[in-house]
């Protein structure tokens, strides 16, 4: 398996407790955030300031603008990107010890390794990666390894809407695709990204046209574009991982907590993110 997708099945279950943990939904709400989804924006969206919606539609990618637009930029008005930051870090590491108690020996050493991956990734056209990496690390180890886990996983996103955009794939097709290929629902996916069912049929019936699905779901074709994608978000998320100096013990040392947070149940399987259960790789 390739290193980046190595270290994305235990840094996306770290990142991940900022969606589905109770201590970063209310965060959300305490620090004056209305609503899930006005929580999710404004949270994910502050590192870029108190921007317009079309900066998250855009940055976010896979979403119906209109869930976009209820949120942002009204979301600003209600706490400041500031606020929200010292907030989401706070809550995030309470989730985290929450789920694994060890994090903190763990984060106190996996910190200063992992910092260098961040640090050498390059930001061209990585809008939400170079918002991440340029805030302060928090003096908190926990929090620490949470942003940097986070800055990480942003990099890889931002080069995975750029391969999706390459193919002539809108927000909604890349969804459609996606749950074709997989076994993340279709209705999970309607729900969370605010589109309708005619939405998706429409789309559907776009990806038919280029012969990508059919009546029985992704065609072959689908399939292999599925599968190419995946393999060049790879590729593009690769260089920041060069900069480890021990990436497979780095690996070992963070994997028992991507399951402790798998396992402990705040994180639905199967889930939007499309993130499997994480499991032991053999060498990397």
């Known amino acids: ?13 770290l990142h991940s407790v900022t969606y589905f943990s109770p201590e970063c939904i209310d965060g959300n709400k305490d620090v004056g955030l209305k609503g899930f989804w006005m929580g999710y924006f404004g949270s994910r ?18 979403f119906h603008p209109a869930r976009v637009r209820r949120a942002v930029p009204d979301a600003w008005t209600f706490a400041s990107p500031e606020s929200i930051l010292r907030m989401r870090e706070a809550a995030a590491a309470k989730a985290l ?39 302060l ?55 969370s990204r605010g589109w309708s069912q005619e939405d998706w049929d429409e789309a559907t019936a776009v990806l038919s046209g280029r012969g990508l699905m059919d009546e029985n779901g992704a065609t072959e074709a689908g399939r292999a574009l599925r599968a190419d994608i995946e393999s060049r978000t790879d590729t593009l998320a690769a260089p920041p991982y060069q900069a ?29 993110i499309g ?10």
């Open 1 to 13: 398996m390739p290193i980046a997708r190595v270290f994305w099945t235990v840094l996306e279950p």
């Open 137 to 191: 690390l928090p003096d908190d180890p926990v929090a620490a390894l949470w942003q940097l886990a986070t800055t990480l996983r942003e990099h890889r996103g931002d080069g995975h809407v750029a391969v999706l955009t390459s193919e002539g794939l809108n927000g909604l097709e890349a969804n459609v695709l996606a749950s074709a290929v997989s076994d993340v629902p279709a209705n999970l996916l309607l729900r």
């Open 97 to 135: 010890r929450r789920v694994a108690p060890e994090i903190d020996d763990v984060a106190a050493e996996a910190v200063p390794r992992l910092r260098p991956a961040a640090e050498a990734g390059d930001a061209a056209g990585r809008a939400l990666f170079a918002a991440n990496r340029d805030l």
């Open 244 to 272: 480890l100096d021990d990436p497979e013990s780095l690996y070992r040392m963070l994997a028992p907590l991507a399951r402790a947070v798998a396992e402990h149940g705040d994180m639905p399987f199967p889930n939007p």
């Open 275 to 284: 993130l499997p259960r994480p499991t032991i790789q053999g060498r990397i």
């Open 45 to 62: 969206g502050a590192p870029l300031g108190p921007v317009p919606a079309g900066v998250i539609e855009a940055a976010f990618y896979g």
